[in-house]
């Protein structure tokens, strides 16, 4: 195991890609389960604070340490198993998410899961429960976590399998691979019905596996993951439209979005997409630089669609759609290979890196909300936001996955003033959220950035039943402390 206890030696593992800061006394970089185990137990017996780390391209400052020491999983980063005729993958935790998607797709499978940042360790999406542009059609991570081996903060592992541990109600009863036995009762609480991924996910008769999957790392660490894999699908149509009024673009997504759940529930129709992703006017002029075939004064939206049906009769079907709905067909942009629709995967993906690198050069950090609402509320939601941001005159970008009625505006405030206003606004954005039923993170996680939010969420008596649900696994309130709640919830 690398060990490092020089400062100068481990200062990129103390921020992630929100400008989050912490400290701590060394970073471990384990090579195998039993070093993680064997660093556990010792950190358990002296009550020393253990943070996992993964790539640090996260925005909630999850795996930002406050004190004690570090475990970066990369050296993990192997594959364990390819089975084909199974279609799963048995990996480590470490092991990056575009390589093992390169992997699966070389072998004709996939694995849909896609989160912005494709940068990031697999165990990190894990922990977060991440999702992306094709969660509106496939769900998020959790759906393709079909086992994991998860080292307790006591040392001892436990072997999880989808399908063969339940809560009986809100009660679980089980044993560690070891034998120790565990039984406790989860928090009886009301998720949103949105994409959300705040907090621990809770449900009646619930399957072990999903307490840990967006855990942010509190109950376990994850040494190795079975995901589950798909055909692939070579054929993809990828666009981008542009539009000249956002009203227009945006029931263009609602009948897409439509035509799609049409589509998924059985009945005949060639519209059948698996992202549906917005583009406000001012995030294209800020992409403009880069991307100078952007039409001046448009808003856009991003589709995709796998085919399998002939391309003539799908794209005559998307065709009809974006005429409709008065987009400019002449200058969007179609991709039907694969260099193409990289290109546009990459223009879709730019926005989020460049808004970050724009304001740390002002010495502060953007705030950027992670909000999902209802479907019927959406596009009301969606209006009073800008509205308010407009009336206190912030500079703003605003895009996200509207698929999925999922918005990431993000604030660029000028100065430390401005950055005040903007977290004041951030606040009662999360807070109309929550009153329309939505959540305040559908795809980032609560991290230690966001505490406050979820407990607007939630309230102060279910946050004390997740901080109780912790120390069932972690009474010495040694790993990742800090993340979902605050340590005072600790006690």
């Not at 049906?309 to 709905?325: P, Y």
């Amino acid at each position: 195991m690398i060990i490092k206890k020089n400062p100068d030696e481990f200062q990129n593992y103390l921020s992630d890609a929100s400008n989050y800061k912490g400290t701590a006394e060394a970073v471990y970089l384990p090579e195998n389960e039993e070093e993680i185990i064997e660093l556990v137990k010792k950190c358990n017996v002296d009550k020393i604070r253990i943070t996992v780390s993964g790539n640090g391209t996260g925005l909630t400052g999850s795996r930002v340490p406050e004190g004690g020491v570090v475990v970066s999983t990369e050296k993990m980063n192997k594959i364990i198993e390819f089975n084909e005729g199974g279609k799963y993958l048995r990996v480590q935790p470490g092991i990056i998410l575009q390589d093992l998607q390169d992997y699966v797709e070389e072998k004709k499978l996939f694995y849909p899961p896609d989160p912005t940042e494709r940068n990031c360790f697999i165990g990190a999406t894990v922990a977060t429960n991440s999702s992306g542009a094709r969660s509106f059609k496939y769900g998020p991570t959790r759906d393709f976590i079909i086992g994991m081996k998860v080292v307790l903060p006591s040392g001892e592992t436990l072997s999880l399998e989808r399908g063969k541990i339940f809560a009986a109600a809100y009660t679980f009863s089980f044993s560690t691979d070891q034998g120790t036995k565990y039984e406790f009762s989860i928090p009886q609480l009301e998720m949103p019905d949105t994409k959300n991924v705040s907090g621990y996910y809770c449900k009646k008769g619930m399957d072990l596996i999903d307490l840990f999957i967006g855990s942010e790392g509190t109950l376990g660490i994850i040494t190795e993951l079975k995901l589950k894999l798909l055909p692939l699908t070579e054929k993809i149509l990828s666009c981008v439209v542009f539009f000249a009024n956002e009203e227009d673009a945006f029931n263009f997504i609602d009948e897409a979005r439509a035509a799609t759940k049409s589509a998924s529930s059985g009945q005949k129709n060639k519209i059948s997409a698996r992202g549906l992703e917005f583009f406000n006017k001012l995030t294209l002029n800020f992409l403009r630089p880069d991307y100078s075939a952007i039409p001046e004064d448009t808003c856009s939206v991003w589709f995709e669609q796998e085919v399998t049906t002939t391309d003539d009769e799908l794209t005559a079907a998307w065709l009809n759609l974006i005429k409709k709905h008065h987009a400019d067909t002449e200058t969007s942009w179609l991709a039907v290979d694969k260099k193409k629709q990289e290109q546009l995967k990459d223009f879709r993906h730019a926005i989020s890196p460049r808004v970050n690198e724009a304001v740390a050069r002002r010495g502060l950090r953007k705030v950027g909300t992670d909000v999902a609402v209802p479907v019927e509320s959406f596009q009301s939601f969606y209006k009073w936001m800008i509205a308010m941001v407009e009336h206190n005159n912030m500079e703003y970008v605003v895009y996200g996955h509207f698929g999925n009625c999922h918005t990431h505006l993000n604030m660029l405030p000028k100065d430390q003033d401005d950055f005040i206003k903007a977290k004041k606004i951030y606040a009662e954005i999360c807070s109309e959220a929550v009153r329309l039923k939505g959540t305040v993170s559908a795809e980032h996680g609560i991290g230690k950035m966001k505490r406050e939010y979820l407990l607007m969420m939630y309230g102060e008596k279910v946050i004390s039943q997740m901080a109780k649900l912790k120390l069932v696994f972690d009474p010495n309130r040694i790993l990742n402390i800090g993340n979902i709640f605050e340590e005072k919830y600790l006690q």
